[in-house]
């Protein structure tokens, strides 16, 4: 599986981005797509997850504000990002976990891929 993200920038406070990520590769069946980022000198934290089945997640701090959205025929996913503050600046990675086919129409194997990132710089 293989993800490209893009739409990264460089925008002012309070102004929007919107990231896209499309994927390709065969699987059998897609557990998630989420979006994470990681600023200089800081772990990896999960924005936003779209689960196949269940409720979107948000990072605390981006809820109200970010919005995750999938597309299954587009095979893409979409942080659509308002009202941003200079402490969104980071590199934002989208992933997708599930499984890979098995015997027959059984799943096989999970994965989890990653996208190589795209950076998102905010001005103050």
């Known amino acids: 599986v293989q993800l490209q993200a893009s739409g990264g920038g460089l925008v002012q406070a309070g102004g929007s981005l919107t990231l896209t990520c499309t994927y390709s590769?065969?699987?059998?069946?897609?557990?998630?797509m989420s979006w994470y980022r990681q600023a200089p000198g800081k772990q990896r934290e999960l924005v936003a997850r779209?689960?196949?089945?269940?409720?979107?997640e948000y990072l605390a701090s981006v809820k109200d504000r970010f919005t995750i959205a999938r597309d299954s025929a587009e095979k893409a996913v979409y942080l659509h990002m308002n009202s941003l503050k200079p402490e969104d600046t980071a590199v934002y990675y989208c992933?997708?976990?599930?499984?890979?086919?098995?015997?027959?129409?059984?799943?096989?194997?999970?994965?989890?891929?990653w996208g190589q990132g795209t950076q998102v710089t905010v001005s103050s």
């Open positions: 590769g065969t699987f059998h069946s897609l557990s998630a």
């Open positions: 992933n997708a976990d599930g499984f890979l086919h098995g015997k027959g129409w059984s799943p096989g194997r999970s994965f989890n891929a």
């Open positions: 779209y689960p196949t089945v269940g409720n979107t």
